[in-house]
């Protein structure tokens, strides 16, 4: 069975950096088409795609943001990383990671989300 | 704003028929990527609701279905429940500024 599990810090301060880590289990990294991502959920807002990381370690990132994001993996220990520099108060969200299907380009698992505050 | 296009609000009352659009254009829906929903009640993670336009994962009821045209899509709710109400997004690929996925901006659907 397929569970997607983010951490990381509940509170950051503006200008810091975010770093969210996905643990992952019942799939693997290194299976062909096989996808992780992040997307995030601004309080009473609509879903925001940030970014996806493949099994072939390709990387694809939200334009609007995509010089303060960067996905890695570690398929060894099952995890994905995301990074968030120079946050900001906007970018106070539920984070989510979530698992893409090969051949569908859909997120059918989900992790439970992780809210995080910007604030000084 | 997203690039992707959807109502606010839509509701009806229980046992209607009711439809949710999503409009793209030609960098996404338009190109011919596949086009995914997700439903989310208030308090729970997005969950899988329709993939690939009209394909429904295990478990998801047959009232729900999907359909397309030209650069829009439509989630179709028959036989609309009060456990419906929730939040829906639509999910594609865009090949513009390099490629990336994205979000619809939402539809809140209230049971009356």
């Known amino acids: 069975q397929i569970a997607l599990k983010e951490s990381g810090p509940t509170l950051v301060k503006p200008t810091q950096t975010l770093t969210l880590t996905c643990d992952f289990s019942?799939?693997?990294?290194?299976?062909?088409?096989?996808?992780v991502g992040w997307i995030r959920q601004p309080p009473g807002k609509a879903l925001e795609w940030l970014a996806l990381i493949y099994w072939d370690d390709d990387k694809l990132y939200t334009p609007s943001l995509r010089n303060r994001l960067t996905i890695t993996k570690d398929t060894s220990k099952t995890q994905v990383v995301l990074t968030l520099t120079n946050v900001d108060p906007v970018d106070t969200a539920t984070y989510y990671c979530?698992?893409?299907?090969?051949?569908?380009?859909?997120?059918?698992?989900w992790g439970q989300g992780r809210l995080v505050i910007v604030s000084s | 704003q997203s690039v992707l296009t959807q109502p606010p609000s839509v509701s009806g009352a229980p046992g209607q028929r009711l439809t949710i659009s999503c409009t793209g254009n030609s960098s996404n829906i338009g190109a011919g990527y596949d086009v995914h929903w997700y439903q989310i009640v208030p308090g729970t993670a997005p969950k899988l609701l329709i993939s690939n336009t009209n394909n429904r994962p295990s478990g998801v009821p047959d009232r729900f279905s999907g359909s397309k045209s030209g650069t829009s899509v439509s989630l179709v709710i028959s036989g609309l429940q009060a456990e419906d109400e929730a939040d829906y997004y639509c999910h594609t690929y865009d090949n513009s500024l390099g490629g990336w996925e994205v979000f619809g901006g939402g539809t809140k659907l209230t049971v009356l």
């Open positions: 979530a698992h893409r299907r090969e051949d569908y380009g859909d997120y059918d698992y």
């Open positions: 019942g799939f693997s990294l290194s299976t062909r088409g096989v996808g």
